[in-house]
């Protein structure tokens, strides 16, 4: 129940196409999901997170998309960019948990000029 | 701001020997530190919770023998990997929850590459 799955694994984009990440989650007490930018040899940095009571947010070309019905959240990178592959990492946490992340599978995604 | 920073970046050591990573906050003070290993082209796996002047709450499945972990100071949180084998080699990552803040937001480090030889 904490786990946290994350498709694709992979994904490949051209310059200027949108690249879409999904994933899904079964603990509803879950109640902030964050997503994680991490370039090779780096630690992961936050890019943007959400609460579920909203259904989606939007920082410049990336933006959340959230279903608590389905139990899912997204995230959409607007005109990709060779910069911005690397790996994307979901993850979830809840207010007991005094901050506990639990991390989905990470998709790498390579975006070709 | 919100920045964290580990030492060193890369070690090696020779197997049965250890091993301390430090991982700071420059600019805030932390009340909970977390330590995660990752291992290549894997997700970050979670070892540890610290508390400053408490014990850390180690995840199942984590010696807490071979991983010792200090939080001396709202600054401050050390893993020491005791008798390292190979086996110990992979990335240890730490992160930085803000004294004050929500309990949301984690900022972390930059990551340490452990190779025992």
């Given at each position: ?99 506990k ?13 | ?33 977390f330590w995660y290993r ?7 796996m979670l070892m540890a919770t ?7 709450t180690y995840e199942q499945g984590v ?55």
């Open positions: 129940q904490q786990q946290v799955k994350q498709s694709p694994q992979s994904l490949i984009v051209q310059k200027g196409g949108i690249s879409i990440i999904n994933c899904a989650y079964e603990n509803t007490a879950f109640d902030y999901f964050p997503w994680y930018q991490q370039f090779p040899g780096k630690g992961p940095a936050l890019l943007i997170a959400i609460r579920p009571d909203v259904s989606e947010k939007k920082e410049g070309r990336f933006t959340i998309s959230f279903n608590k019905s389905a139990k899912q959240f997204s995230l959409h990178i607007m005109d990709s960019q060779p910069g911005d592959s690397a790996t994307y990492f979901c993850a979830a946490t809840r207010g007991t948990s005094y901050g992340l639990t991390f989905g599978q990470g998709t790498i995604l390579t975006v070709h000029p | 701001g919100a920045v964290v920073s580990q030492h060193p970046s890369r070690v090696i050591c020779k197997s049965g020997t250890s091993v301390k990573i430090e991982c700071r906050s420059l600019d805030f003070q932390a009340t909970t530190m990752q291992f290549p082209k894997q997700s970050l610290s508390n400053e002047g408490s014990k850390a010696e807490k023998d071979k991983f010792l972990i200090n939080h001396a100071s709202l600054t401050l949180s050390t893993l020491t990997v005791t008798s390292a084998h190979p086996e110990d080699s992979s990335f240890y990552i730490c992160s930085a929850r803000e004294l004050g803040q929500g309990f949301d937001e984690q900022y972390f480090g930059p990551g340490t590459r452990l190779t025992v030889t």
